[in-house]
């Protein structure tokens, strides 16, 4: 017969938002659904530790010797900042597909509540895989909302921020065309429903980014169960992402702009993407395209063979993190994290009138390693370059 543990001696988790217990339904609730971290900024605790025998946090001033202190936002702020990306992939995705975004019933909560500024139907003649990869991924993400909605309850739940499909696309292609030395003109435009391929090259920028920051919450999350639920919404987003490199490596030779009477390849453009968000994530070399000396051959066993990059990892193979601040900058297309208290959102930026919710801004957590010392450091060093913006 298995222990049973006497609840008078085990203290309850406490939440950061209020310091009180949380209660046996939500912690039902968050054990199962894995979203303590949400993947995205660490642990849904405040001034708690973990008793690593029983996975069991307990408050701060009750801590065992052995205990891991862990320090973040509350679930709910987490569980609220991963519904605020989740709104812009569904926006998109729906909008691509149906020619239409998320219902009434789906966009409501507390906070800044926005419309959306464009987003049509994708014309897929003639590329019906492509098409039905793109229902497949809209739908994944509508069941994305839908579930952090219910999980949050009408009360809990952020609303629907402003949301920007329009003039973002045409500025987040000007920053990637400077970063292949390529000066967009003037009436330069970049419309992402404009062609099945000019789809996926707009999919490109958000998939990436949104594995990153899943993969970085993973380090904080306690509970076992938790990390294995956790680890199903990382891994949605992971096929997404590897399913869009695979179809854009596939067509990397093909004509994807044309700029300046000059054609420029999938490829490309899509490492140009690439350069252009790790421009805004710090001075690591993060992120990956799919070509390039580095990417085109892999050495096993001392020989080397001809390879893709469809899975952007390190060398050890794992994919890389992304801190709060960091996913920020890159929705809100600029170097710096901004929010109400620290400057303005561009108005070309993804969500326009920043994020709803407690995490507008991400300057002052932890790094993946879990020092806030070395944000510090990225905040005066490693983000000070130009607005990709404008």
């Known amino acids: 017969m298995s222990d049973v543990k006497d609840d008078s001696t085990v203290s309850r988790i406490i939440t950061a938002g209020n310091g009180r217990p949380l209660s046996s339904s939500r912690r039902k609730f968050l054990a199962h659904s894995g979203m303590y971290g949400a993947g995205l900024v660490g ?11 029983d996975n069991v946090a307990t408050a701060a001033n009750n801590c065992p010797d052995n205990a891991v202190i862990i320090d973040g936002p509350g679930d709910q702020a987490v569980l609220n900042f991963a519904l605020n990306l989740e709104y812009l992939e569904a926006e998109f995705y729906l909008r691509a597909v149906t020619g239409s ?20 139907q994708v014309d897929f003649s003639g590329e019906n895989l492509i098409k039905r990869y793109a229902a497949e991924i809209a739908k994944d993400e509508l069941d994305h909302v839908q579930f952090l909605r219910t999980a949050l309850g009408s009360s809990g739940r952020v609303a629907r921020p402003q949301i920007n ?13 400077g970063t292949a030395g390529i000066t967009a003109p003037d009436d330069f435009t970049f419309n992402p429903f404009g062609s099945p391929l000019a789809f996926l090259l707009g999919a490109f920028i958000f998939e990436d980014v949104g594995v990153s920051a899943y993969k970085g919450g993973a380090q904080f999350i306690q509970d076992r169960g938790t990390l294995t639920a956790a680890a ?9 992402a590897g399913l869009i490199r695979t179809i854009l490596t596939a067509r990397g030779d093909e004509t994807a702009l044309t700029v300046n009477g000059q054609d420029l390849s999938v490829a490309t453009v899509v490492n140009a993407i690439s350069d252009a968000r790790d421009s805004l994530d710090g001075s690591d070399d993060l992120d990956q395209g799919i070509t390039g000396d580095d990417f085109d051959s892999v050495s096993i066993y001392g020989s080397d063979y001809d390879s893709t990059n469809i899975v952007p990892t390190d ?24 929010g109400p208290d620290m400057g303005t959102v561009p ?23 879990g020092s806030e010392d070395d944000m510090d450091d990225m905040d005066s060093n490693d983000m000070s370059g130009d607005s990709m913006a404008g």
């Open 315 to 338: 060398n050890m193979g794992l994919t890389f993190s992304r801190t709060p601040q960091q996913v920020h900058n890159i929705v809100y297309l600029t170097p710096m994290a901004v």
């Open 101 to 120: 975004g998320l219902k009434d019933g789906d966009i409501d909560g507390t906070g800044n509540a926005g419309s959306v500024t464009g987003g049509t």
């Open 347 to 369: 108005a070309t930026s993804f969500f326009p009138m920043g994020t709803n919710g407690t995490l507008t801004t991400s300057g002052n957590f932890a790094d993946a390693t």
């Open 43 to 53: 642990s849904a605790l405040l001034g708690a530790c973990s008793n690593g025998d």
């Open 165 to 177: 499909l329009v003039t973002s696309f045409t500025a987040a292609a000007r920053a990637a065309l």
């Open 232 to 240: 199903g919404l990382l891994s949605v987003e992971a096929y997404h």
